[in-house]
């Protein structure tokens, strides 16, 4: 004789063990397909074997005679289209070892113009940020570039029909800690473990082991070895 089943006696239904793993790894399987399918499509483009999986959601924006270099044990989150990465004809964009591309907070833009080159060191940390190079952007080794910052190399447009469109080259220097929604121009180089205070405008160069922050961005302090921070 059956009896009847009570809402205190059914069981709840938990998938195998090792079912959440396997369905990752094929997920991870397709994505590094993908990235192979896209490295064919483009012959300037190299992501090294230990990067993110994640990457194959980015958006590619590679135009022919661009270059992408991506080097081992990048990360970034598995989160469709927050990643941008745009390279012109002669352009080039490097990603050093260990970079985390963080986008869960906000997208991050990278853009290279034609013939311009932009690096980002390795052990470098960045998030939800816009840096644009069109003469040449460099960050050293662990720089940190928080979310809402912009870094241009350019004016981005002529003023007007007399005045064309400047461009100087940016550098920020080995552990800086470019702090949210600061907004960096063109010929700035903020020096090694230097820190730049929230919603600052740089328009001048910052010296190493310096704080410095507002609008414009000013010198107010000192800041220590930044080797081991993290």
Known sequence: ESRPVHSSSRRCVR???GSAHSALRVIQARDRWRLRRLAKRHPGLHIDPTASSNLAVARFELAPGAELRIGPSVSTERVAGALVFRVEPGGRIDVGEGTWLRTECEPIYLAAFDGARLTIGPESWLSG???SAKAGLTLGRGAWVGPGCRVFDADQHPLD???????APVHLGERVWITPDVTILRGVRVGDHSVVGARS???RDVPPHSLAWGVPAEVRGRIGDRTDVR
């Not at 029909?161 to 461009?167: L, M, S």
Request: with cysteine; charged share 40%; aromatic share 0%.
């Open 15 to 17: 998938p195998p063990r």
């Open 129 to 131: 940020c816009h840096l």
């Open 161 to 167: 029909a007399d005045r064309p469109e400047r461009r």
């Open 201 to 203: 405008l740089v328009v």
